[in-house]
C-alpha cells in the first residue's frame, strides 16, 4: 500500500511538472492572439512594455488585472490606479473569459521572455562584439533558445521521472521476491 501511494505521488509530481513547463508554450499562443494589438514584451505600444513586470506583479494581481483592471481600478488598488493613468485613462480590455492556468500560461511567457533578454543583454555586455547579433529581431538565437529550454526541462522530468519509477520497481520487486 505505501509504495503504491509513493509511486502514485510521484506520478502526479513529474506530471504536474510536465504541464507547468508547457504553459509558457500556451502563454505564448494567447499572448500573440490576444495580447499583442496593445502590448509588447520590449516597448510601449498602446499599454505598457511588459518585459519585467512578473518582478513587479505577483500571478494573483496580474491574473486579477488581466480579468478586469476596470474592477481594481474602481477598487482603488494603487498599481491599477497608477498604470491607468500612466496610459492615458483608457482601461485595459477584460478577459474574463481567460482561466487562471491561461493567465498563469501568460504569466509564465512573459516571465520566460523577461529572463531570456536579461541572460541575452548580459552576454552581450560581456562581449561587445555580439550586441547586433543579440538584439536583431530576425535572429534564430532567441526562438531556439526559449524552445529549447523548455523542451530540455520537460524531457529531463520525463527521464527522472522514468529512471525513479524504474527504481521503485526494482524496490518494490525485490520486496515481494523476498516475501514469497
Known sequence: MKNKLSLTLLFLFFSVSTILAADAGQGKEIFKTRCVSCHALDKVLVGPALKGATKKYDLKWFTQFVRSSASLIAAGDEKAVKIFNEFNKIPMTEHKDLSDEQIAGIYAYIESESTETAVASDAAAINPTNILRLEDKKSTLRPIAGNTA??????WLVV?????????FL??????ESNQ
Open 171 to 176: 524496490v518494490w520487486r525485490n520486496k515481494n
Open 160 to 168: 527522472c521521472g522514468a529512471i525513479i519509477f524504474f527504481l521503485l
Open 150 to 155: 523548455w523542451l530540455v526541462y520537460s524531457l
